[in-house]
Nanobody, 126 residues
Framework: QVQLVESGGGMAQAGGSLRLSCAVS?????????LGWFRQAPGKEREFVGR????????YYADSVLGRFTISRENGKSTVYLQMNSLKPEDTAVYYC??????????????????WGQGTQVTVSS
C-alpha cells in the first residue's frame, strides 16, 4: 500500500530551523520515482517546494526556498527529510510530501503526484 506520513512540523522563530520527515512505505519507494514536497498557506494555492529522485538522489528546489531548504533521504529507514533553515514568516504553511510515479511528466506540479501525506503544520513567527 502506498503510504506517506509527515511529521516534525511545529513552531519556529524567524531565522530558526525545523526538520520535517516523510515516512515512506516500501511499496511507495519501490513503485514511485519521485518524492516531492509541497506547501499550502491559508488562502493560497498549493506550492511546489522541492523534489528528490530516488535514482541518484538528485534534488530540485523552488526559488523561494533554494539555499535554505534541503531534501535528503535515509534509504535504510525509508524516510525523506526536509531540512528547513533560515525560516521566514512566509514559510508558514501546511507542508505535504507526495509521491510521483516513474516517468512522471510533471514532477513540479500537483497533477504529477498520485499520493499525498496528510500534511504537517509549520508556523514561523517574526
Amino acid at each position: 500500500q502506498v503510504q506517506l506520513v509527515e511529521s516534525g512540523g511545529g513552531m519556529a522563530q524567524a531565522g530558526g530551523s525545523l526538520r520535517l520527515s516523510c515516512a515512506v512505505s516500501r511499496y511507495t519507494f519501490n513503485s514511485y520515482g519521485v518524492l516531492g514536497w509541497f506547501r499550502q498557506a491559508p488562502g493560497k494555492e498549493r506550492e511546489f517546494v522541492g523534489r528528490l529522485n530516488w535514482r541518484g538522489g538528485s534534488t530540485y528546489y523552488a526559488d523561494s526556498v533554494l539555499g535554505r531548504f534541503t531534501i535528503s533521504r535515509e534509504n535504510g529507514k525509508s524516510t525523506v527529510y526536509l531540512q528547513m533553515n533560515s525560516l521566514k514568516p512566509e514559510d508558514t504553511a501546511v507542508y505535504y510530501c507526495a509521491a510521483a510515479p516513474f516517468g512522471s511528466s510533471y514532477p513540479g506540479l500537483e497533477k504529477g503526484y498520485d499520493y499525498w501525506g496528510q500534511g504537517t503544520q509549520v508556523t514561523v513567527s517574526s
